[in-house]
């Protein structure tokens, strides 16, 4: 839990300072703001990669885990049949 809130955090001030970047620079407003727009972008579509990512891993473990519980249930249940017989 303290990792995930670590990573939100960095991506939060990354998009805060590049926001502040953008807002500083000696452009004009309708370019300004199409550059916040883009960057908006970029970072919706980083953050949901990384999310789908995330996702991912997180099915791919517990799938894992399932097989892992289902073999240990099949060896259990072979060793009372074994130790019955």
Do not use: C, W
């Not at 300072?17 to 883009?38: C, H």
């Not at 953050?47 to 789908?52: A, E, T, V």
């Amino acid at each position: 839990m303290k990792t995930s809130n670590t990573i939100l955090g960095i991506i939060g001030a990354a998009a805060a300072g590049a926001l502040l970047g953008v807002l500083f620079a000696p452009d004009k407003g309708s370019k300004t703001r199409q550059k916040i727009a883009d960057k908006s972008k970029d970072y919706k579509d980083d953050f949901k990669g990384k999310l789908d990512n995330i996702v991912s891993t997180g099915k791919d473990l517990m799938n894992q885990g399932k097989a892992k519980y289902n073999n240990a249930k099949t060896e259990v249940s072979d060793g009372i049949e074994h130790v019955t017989n």
